[in-house]
């Protein structure tokens, strides 16, 4: 008889067999890894309970982001946050208040789009100017990359994650490698 614990399912995430998109060395397209994510919705004094408790002030003003240690947290509205740390990172016991925390960390899947050609990859197809004055360091919303909704977060002047949900994954990547493509053609160099 089977031995029951090694018949459990492994988790494999979408992107587990395919190689990072590069284009020369002005393009890198990645995975970025599992990670525990939440959404923290509720008024700002009390989602400010849950930031607190994880080290980090609340950005300054809506679509702003803000990192300290494992944790960042990326305000996409008013009153709703987007948390994310490293995988297995979980929220510590906090009083509660009128804000909901919801566990997103197997919804959604993260990628790295780094490099020179990375605001150019990205304009493709998210109708937002990412010039960096425009869409500057820490900016972070919530948009649609042709026909995905992604959350778009600027880490450095050449560096984005993307937050997308697993079941737009796929599509997602083969959107910014067709995109990449016309920058990796030998007049384009």
């Known amino acids: 008889m089977?031995?029951?614990?090694?018949?459990?399912?492994?988790?494999?995430?979408?992107?587990?067999d395919l190689p990072?998109?590069?284009?020369?060395?002005?393009?890198?397209?990645?995975?970025?890894?599992?990670?525990?994510?939440?959404?923290?919705?509720?008024p700002p004094g009390a989602a400010g309970i849950v930031l607190g408790a994880l080290g980090?002030?609340?950005?300054?003003?809506?679509?702003?982001?803000?990192?300290?240690g494992s944790w960042s947290a990326l305000r996409l509205g008013p009153d709703e946050w987007l948390l994310i740390g490293r995988e297995g990172d979980g929220i510590p016991v906090i009083e509660p208040g009128p804000?909901?925390?919801?566990?997103?960390?197997?919804?959604?899947?993260?990628?790295s789009v780094s490099?020179?050609?990375?605001?150019e990859v990205l304009s493709s197809g998210v109708m937002f100017d990412l010039d960096i004055e425009?869409?500057?360091?820490?900016?972070?919303?919530?948009?649609?990359?042709?026909?995905?909704?992604?959350?778009l977060w600027r880490r450095a002047p050449d560096v984005f994650h993307i937050e997308v949900w697993r079941s737009f994954a796929v599509y997602l990547r083969a959107l910014l490698a067709e995109a990449a493509r016309e920058?990796?053609?030998?007049?384009r160099a």
């Open 134 to 151: 425009a869409f500057p360091v820490d900016m972070a919303t919530r948009t649609l990359f042709t026909k995905a909704e992604i959350v």
């Open 20 to 42: 990072p998109i590069t284009v020369r060395n002005r393009l890198t397209i990645d995975a970025s890894g599992p990670a525990s994510r939440f959404v923290l919705r509720g």
């Open 56 to 68: 980090l002030s609340s950005p300054e003003g809506n679509n702003r982001a803000t990192s300290e």
């Open 99 to 111: 804000y909901s925390l919801v566990d997103v960390s197997h919804r959604n899947i993260g990628l």
């Open 2 to 16: 089977a031995d029951p614990a090694s018949a459990l399912a492994v988790r494999r995430e979408p992107f587990d």
């Open 183 to 187: 920058y990796a053609r030998p007049d």
């Open 115 to 119: 490099g020179a050609l990375a605001t």
